[in-house]
């Protein structure tokens, strides 16, 4: 069974700074399979990032993903009052067929 | 415009059932893999079913299997949840998300582009 660690589990940053998530695979996962989802309180999630690099319709470029094999990493350049959310890794194709991370937390500092 | 709409959540005793709807409208249903996905209160997103465009392919967690029954019907623009057996860690919000993905012409290659709408979900309450 995959699974699939975030950190951290909570980023305290203020505004205009970079983020950096952090997305590890127990075992190997295909880069055309990660996603990441934002999720905001009282919200349904939200796609940002498909195939581990592709930005979903409508998603600014200031979000960007990257990695392969175990290692993936949502970066968020510069932080804007809406970025403050929950954001979930996700793979698709090992047992079980999906799997989400446990979520990292971007609080404003 | 492109929507999911969840409906069929409530409270239910546990070893209960209920069943959940989800309406789909602004886009070709039929063409569309579709995930229902929970979230329970305070915890993260946690994958349930899926179910291929034609529901040739139906997929279960195994926190589920046996007790979920994921269908659709593509004539009327839905999907649903069967859930027999209802324990109260079945206790969360159930979104149903769509999938815009597909094989290629060899049937061989998956094209994946992960849960691109989402409902904004029904609240299973599982208690006695």
């Known amino acids: 069974e995959i699974v699939l660690t975030q950190s951290p589990g909570t980023l305290s940053l203020s505004p205009g700074e970079r983020a950096t998530l952090s997305c590890r695979a127990s075992?190997?996962?295909?880069?055309?399979?990660l996603a990441w989802y934002q999720q905001k309180p009282g919200q349904a999630p939200r796609l940002l990032i498909y195939?581990?690099?592709s930005r979903a319709t409508g998603i600014p470029d200031r979000f960007s993903g990257s990695g392969s094999g175990t290692d993936f990493t949502l970066t968020i350049s510069r932080l804007e009052p809406e970025d403050f959310a929950v954001y979930y890794c996700q793979q698709y194709g090992s047992s079980p067929l999906v799997t989400f991370g446990g979520g990292t937390k971007v609080e404003i500092k | 415009e492109v929507q999911l709409v969840e409906s069929g959540g409530g409270l239910v005793k546990p070893g209960g059932s209920l069943r959940l709807s989800c309406a789909a409208s602004g886009f070709t249903f039929s063409s569309y893999s579709m995930n229902w996905v929970r979230q329970a209160p305070g915890k993260g997103l946690e994958w349930v079913s899926s179910?291929?465009?034609?529901?040739?392919?139906?997929y279960y967690a195994d926190s589920v299997k046996g007790r979920f029954t994921i269908s659709r019907d593509n004539a009327k623009n839905s999907l649903y949840l069967q859930m027999n057996s209802l324990r109260a860690e079945d206790t969360a919000v159930y979104y149903c998300a769509r999938e815009p993905s597909y094989y290629d012409s060899s049937g061989s290659y998956y094209y994946y582009y992960g849960m691109d709408v989402w409902g904004q979900g029904t609240t299973v309450t599982v208690s006695s």
């Open positions: 195939g581990a690099s």
């Open positions: 179910i291929s465009s034609s529901s040739s392919y139906i």
């Open positions: 075992q190997s996962v295909s880069s055309s399979y």
